[in-house]
């Protein structure tokens, strides 16, 4: 290891707990990007950011979209002329999910609280791990590098979105209008998971998204259910019948060529995926349960990495307010949304899903559908420089070698750097199964804080060819 490494690693733990108190504040900032509440807050998180990056000698601003801003930062690299280095696009979301159910969290979602868990102190709060946490694990390593070295060892471009968990509208947008502002040679993406706290993982493929909401009218206004029920159509039970129908009795999706274009696994990855070990009763316990469910003839991680899904994400309609009220509901909703994987066409599979329910919408009813987004699935090289580099810098850190793994979670910015900026992405992270993602008390721990931070800095060494 380098000497600047190891001065930069010393001064990342002599430094911990001020990482933590910066971190503390930024989750301190209900940067909520669905709800338009909290716009300020969305951009006051933004310009937290681009502060923070500006005291560590980054030429940072806040960057106005249709929707909420951007950061975008610079910075020059090694001052040495000549030095032949990489450049890196560094990309992280500073926007949260909604916190709610609010009378779920043990302690209020933007007052995050450290407490202790099985692997030592954890950070609690909304956005904990997705994603304030995981990108202050860049910029802490910056930070360090800067104040060991009073340079980088690469040149860093760092692009810091609000909108990912509210479907990116502005992201393909704002990259084709800055493509030469934001041209480099591989991006670092900072929002997946670890294979277990001691194994560092990189994330080589994502599952794709169809989103739909579909609604089911019938009629004019809510009926008396004795007067009315039994003759004339109720959408809630039409819509929840067809709902029903979305899936077989073996777990597989009914949805017209829904498997056409997807490939079964080689045996080659079958046997790479075996050879992880994986530990489906912890997983399965990161949920509260004890069964696994799903599509007959596959493994648990092989549905969720390599196998597409249908999922009713929230239904509404009718009367689910206090006590009783005997009532025909004059519409019904749903939002569903399916994760696809290699070779399957959104488009494709949003018109078959479109067919799906009009072609059952029985008569006195109209549906009408909303798009709440599409991203096909992403595979990433896995055979290149950058990602040698990243394997050796957290091999540097945890002492053992990462592992190659799927998720079963989409970032589509991934796919659009890939197609607009026309480079590849390397998917580094931090989290675990367990940190309870996109739910209440949201955790990131400690541990995996702090070896993130260790791990950014190793990479940049390594990518910037210092052992
Ligand atoms: N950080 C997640 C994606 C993720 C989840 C990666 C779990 C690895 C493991 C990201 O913020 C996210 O939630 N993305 C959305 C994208 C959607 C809104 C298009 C997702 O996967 O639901
Ligand atoms: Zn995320």
Redesign the pocket.
Known sequence: MSQTLDAVLTRIDADRDQALARLVELLSIPSISTDSDYDAETRRAAQWLADDLGSIGFDASVRETTGHPMVVAHHPGPKSAGANVPHVLYYG?YDVQPPDPLALWKSPPFEPQVVEGEHGERIVARGAV??KGQLMTFIEAFRAWQKVDGELPIKVTVLLEGE??S?SPSLDPFLMENKDELAADVCVVC???MWNIETPAITYMLRG?VYLEVALHGPSHDLHSGMYGGAVVNPLNALTKILGELHDENGRVQVRGFYDDVEELTPTERGAWERLGFDESTFLAGAGMKQPFGEKGYSTLERTWARPTCDINGMVGGYTGKGAKTVIGDHARAKLSCRLVAHQDPNKIERALIEFFESRTPPGCTCSFTNH?A?PAIRVPTDSPHLEAAKAGLGDVYGREAVLIG?G????VVGSIQQILGFDSLLVGF?LDDDR??SPNEKFERRCFENGIRSHAAIMARLAGRK
Request: net charge negative; hydrophobic share 20%.
């Open positions: 979301h997705d994603d990912e968990e479907g929002d997946t998971g998204m987004g991203a998720t979670g989409s970032i589509p989290g993602v996109h």
